[in-house]
């Protein structure tokens, strides 16, 4: 009876894992490591593997004890942005020289003051697409002064 409450108990905490990506920024073998480390440190995650190529973060998560956000909080707080979460220009900065990465999720959060873009006019204080992304970056709001 004690073994059968056993065996069904790891069925399913085996039905619990969920595959999720997440993309994370970093550049080279040290980042991999520290990366590997840092989510292997997050109770909850099976497995993690990140990529260098695409960037992504590949996770096996207990969904019970850990979710995306927290994966994503524990990157930012090592230095390495996630779309969700950035890390704090400090932490940034205190990586190695050779992994101080492209900070691509990182742009301007507000509209420019003076944009006059649809997508900025009511919400000057708020993120807005136009704005914020980097391919926008140059040809909307802030080429506009
Ligand atoms: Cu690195």
Redo the contacts with the bound molecule.
């Keep these: 009876m004690f073994l059968f409450a056993v065996l069904t108990l790891s069925a399913q905490e085996k039905s619990k894992s969920k595959l999720v990506d997440v993309r994370v920024s ?7 490591a ?1 990366i590997e480390k840092a989510a292997f440190k997050v109770k909850g995650v099976k497995s993690a593997e990140w990529h260098q190529d695409d960037k992504m973060l590949h996770l096996i998560i207990n969904e019970y004890k850990t979710d995306v956000l927290t994966v994503q909080t524990k990157m930012a707080s090592i230095g390495h942005d996630t779309e969700a979460v950035l890390a704090t220009d400090e932490a940034y900065g205190s ?2 020289g ?2 101080l ?1 492209d900070r691509e999720f990182k742009v301007e959060a507000k509209c420019d003051k003076d944009c006059d873009k649809p997508c900025c006019k009511n919400k000057k204080t708020e993120r807005s697409s136009c704005c914020a992304s980097k391919s926008d970056k140059k040809t909307s709001c802030t080429s506009k002064k």
């Design positions: 970093g550049q080279c073998e040290m980042c991999k520290r990586l190695h050779c992994c990465y």
